[in-house]
């Protein structure tokens, strides 16, 4: 069964750093875009970050852009979230996921169709 299971998440205060990551239990992993999603209480989720399969490429939503940075070792099968900069809004359960295909990448969350349990951000202001 597939499994990816967020870590790194915590109570910060505004201005601070936190280091997500996300370790897969899948076997094509290196195949697979992957992308980080957030989820405040009362909000849709939203689209943070995308990284294609080698990492070459990296989309950000324009809120998070020049604070947070993805990055993903294939040979550890685990994808990271460096958030750097942190503010009150971007307090959220911090999600992973993998795209349902091979080697795409995207920022619509119908796209992915593995998910991990996500981990809880708070930032303090």
């Known amino acids: 069964q597939v499994q990816l299971v967020e870590s790194g998440g915590g109570l910060v205060q505004a201005g601070g750093s936190l280091r997500l990551s996300c370790a897969a239990s899948?076997?094509?992993?290196?195949?697979?875009?992957m992308g980080w999603f957030r989820q405040a209480p009362g909000k849709e989720r939203e689209f943070v970050a995308a990284?294609?399969?080698?990492?070459?490429?990296?989309t950000y939503a324009d809120s998070v852009k020049g604070r947070f940075t993805a990055s993903r070792d294939n040979a550890k099968n685990t994808v990271y979230l460096q958030m750097n900069s942190l503010k009150p809004e971007d307090t959220a359960v911090y999600y992973c996921?993998?795209?349902?295909?091979?080697?795409?990448?995207?920022?619509?969350?119908?796209?992915?169709?593995?998910w991990g349990q996500g981990t809880q951000v708070t930032v303090a202001s």
């Open positions: 996921a993998a795209h349902s295909g091979y080697s795409r990448h995207s920022s619509d969350p119908t796209d992915y169709d593995k």
């Open positions: 899948l076997r094509t992993f290196s195949l697979h875009g």
């Open positions: 990284i294609s399969w080698s990492g070459a490429v990296i």
